[in-house]
């Protein structure tokens, strides 16, 4: 705020004047529309208040509270039970059938008696096993079927299948179009590559070292104490560019230099 000699008067202090408070024109004591509370045991619907009525239907009187007879425990059977009509024992006992029961026919033979002995004693004079070579001599022998297939004779057997010819005539042919398409990659560099001249050579060797005395330059004057992060840094960003300078220079220095010319 800027000063002013206005500012020095006092201002009058302006009341307040509160509106009027709210009363609502609907009873306090009216009952929420399509509400569900406290209505689990009473006779009510599930929601009461549809029609929203500010006043209760009854008029004044007391609330709704008639409780459902069988809302916990089941329907009342206070006056139909007799205090002598229990359940007596044998009451429920069936009733005995006219015919006798019986199982039927036995499932298996009955246990022979004591009396009942068996026969012993009983050998055979049957050689078995003259009568089994005796049966296998005279037998006629089983005939061989001569539906059964000959896999050894069927069409195209030991030929290579066709899949495998189509599939070994693919790779050949991609293979084929790589070697063509790295010859004419080939080609193509041949022919943009050049010898590099002397005067080349001897200028692209002038400015690297001119390059790596500046680098020396600044890697000589770094201080001898590397206390700090930065300065590490520093040293080691110098030494790895003048590190590549010498490579280039060494390959600078061979007899036949080539370089590719895109221009």
């Known amino acids: 705020m800027e000063e002013s000699v206005y500012n020095l008067i006092p201002k009058p202090v302006e009341a307040v004047v509160k509106p009027p408070r709210y009363h609502s024109k609907y009873p306090g004591e009216s009952f929420p529309t399509a509400s569900t509370f406290a209505l689990k045991s009473t006779s009510r619907p599930g929601v009461a208040n549809l029609s929203g009525d500010s006043s209760h239907p009854d008029s004044g009187k007391v609330a709704h509270t008639i409780k459902k007879p069988a809302a916990t425990l089941g329907t009342s059977r206070r006056d139909e039970i007799a205090p002598d009509a229990y359940l ?9 059938s006219s015919s006798s029961f019986s199982y039927g026919d036995p499932i ?15 050998k055979t004079s049957k050689n078995f096993v ?7 001599i005279l037998a006629v022998p089983k005939k061989l079927r001569d539906d059964d297939p000959n896999y050894l004779k069927r069409p195209g057997f030991g030929e290579v299948p066709k899949y495998l010819v189509k599939n070994k005539r693919e790779i050949e ?17 041949e022919e943009k590559t050049r010898l590099l001249t002397e005067d080349e050579r001897h200028e692209l060797i002038s ?8 680098l020396n330059h600044s890697y000589q004057t770094l201080s001898f104490t590397l206390d700090t992060p930065a300065k590490r840094e520093r040293k080691e960003a110098l030494e790895r560019e003048m590190s590549a300078i010498e490579k280039d220079i060494e390959r600078l220095n061979k007899k036949y230099i080539f370089v590719a010319d895109y221009e």
Not at 88 to 96: D, M, N, Q, V, Y
């Open 207 to 214: 400015g690297l070292r001119a390059q790596y005395d500046k």
């Open 108 to 122: 298996k033979p009955a246990v022979p008696k004591k009396e009942e002995a068996p026969v012993m004693g009983l």
């Open 88 to 96: 007596k024992k044998s009451s429920r006992a069936l009733a005995e």
């Open 173 to 189: 042919e991609e293979q084929r179009m790589i070697r063509d398409m790295q010859e004419r990659q080939t080609r193509r560099d």
């Open 130 to 136: 003259v009568s089994n070579a005796v049966d296998n």
